[in-house]
């Protein structure tokens, strides 16, 4: 597609459930991130990955997060046994390469978990 | 670690005034710089970049930013807002030389009074 598409656009959830947010970046970009944005926070990095390099998982905020790319391509965020601070708008950009390029941000996942 | 400091969280301007929004980060080697924008209801969007060269960008829609070394920062400014200009904006730094790590400030959010 033409930019990075994000699904679904919003998420209610009990807390509890487990939940996956998919992100298709922009074909042919090699590098992808994962952050949350939460009111008054700002973006929060999450996770990122690049070509088929080990991911960087140091902004997971706890073991219930998890993440994984196939492919190259699509990736899922998983978040198990979901609770009610997990609650924000999961965002997914992609970049055509490691280096001096911009990143393309998708429209986002609104989790809200009652 | 890297940090980027947005210095306002909410900026209430009346349409024709001035705007300068700061933005400071903390890491002391060779940086690109950004500044993205979000309308509501939209996704974050590139406004303007700094990778090298002259330190006086321009971007989209009539803004500009500094990019003043020796003080760390990377202020965006416009002579004169408009009512459509009414979105977040996000500073954001990564790493010169191929690095990956992108880091946002938490957003300054802008109204703009017609």
């Known amino acids: 597609g033409a930019g990075v598409s994000q699904s679904p656009s919003n998420k209610v959830t009990e807390k509890g459930k487990d939940v996956e947010l998919r992100c298709d970046p922009i074909?042919?970009?090699?590098?992808l991130y994962w952050y949350r944005q939460s009111l008054g926070q700002g973006l929060e990095f999450l996770i990122y990955?690049?070509?088929?390099?080990?991911?960087?998982k140091s902004g997971l905020p706890s073991d219930r997060f998890s993440a994984e790319r196939t492919g190259g391509s699509v990736s899922t965020l998983t978040i198990q046994r979901t609770q009610q601070e997990d609650s924000a708008v999961y965002l997914c950009?992609?970049?055509?390469?490691?280096?001096?390029?911009?990143?393309?941000f998708g429209q986002g996942t609104r989790l809200t978990v009652v | 670690a890297q940090s980027v400091s947005q210095h306002n969280h909410h900026v209430i301007l009346s349409e024709a005034a001035s705007l300068e929004l700061g933005c400071n980060y903390s890491?002391?080697?060779?940086?690109?710089l950004f500044w993205y924008v979000q309308y509501p209801g939209q996704h974050l969007q590139l406004l303007l970049k700094y990778f090298s060269g002259d330190p006086l960008v321009k971007g989209i829609k009539g803004f500009e930013a500094e990019f003043i070394k020796s003080k760390f920062s990377f202020n965006l400014r416009k002579p004169s807002v408009q009512w459509s200009d009414t979105a977040e904006y996000f500073c954001?730094?990564?790493?010169?030389?191929?690095?990956?790590?992108?880091?946002f400030g938490k957003g300054t959010k802008l109204s703009v009074i017609p």
């Open positions: 890491y002391g080697g060779t940086v690109n």
């Open positions: 990955f690049q070509g088929n390099s080990a991911p960087d």
């Open positions: 954001a730094v990564k790493r010169g030389a191929g690095s990956y790590q992108l880091t």
């Open positions: 074909s042919g970009h090699t590098a």
């Open positions: 950009a992609s970049t055509l390469n490691q280096g001096d390029t911009e990143a393309f």
